[in-house]
């Protein structure tokens, strides 16, 4: 079993940065997939950034460019650094850990609020 918590959200303005942190613990061999995705409220989850223990990358077409995912495979820990931060960031942001048959471990979320 796999836990996954996050930290580093809150409340920033627009043009602002953030930058969220996801640690992984307990069976952190299986993990394959990391990443991070959002739901705003009256919307669904949906996909922000993944990253692979090889390292490779996918954005969603509305952060690319302003949105950065690294990975530390030695400390099972995902990084999302967020700039230009606009207000339709605004959501919850949960961590993903998916080990290699592919099923999800989800934190519990973190708030990041944007400003106008």
């Known amino acids: 079993q796999v836990q996954v918590v996050e930290s580093g959200g809150g409340l920033v303005q627009a043009g602002g940065s953030l930058r969220l942190s996801c640690a992984a613990s307990g069976s952190i061999f299986s993990i394959n997939v990391m990443g991070w995705y959002r739901q705003a409220p009256g919307k669904q989850r949906e996909l922000v950034a993944t990253?692979?223990?090889?390292?490779?990358?996918k954005y969603a077409d509305s952060v690319n460019g302003r949105f950065t995912i690294s990975r530390d495979n030695a400390k099972n820990t995902v990084y999302l650094q967020m700039i230009s931060l606009k207000s339709e960031d605004t959501a919850v942001y949960y961590c993903?850990?998916?080990?290699?048959?592919?099923?999800?471990?989800w934190g519990q979320g973190t708030q990041v609020t944007v400003s106008s």
């Open positions: 993903l850990a998916a080990d290699v048959a592919g099923v999800p471990n």
């Open positions: 990253i692979t223990k090889g390292g490779t990358t």
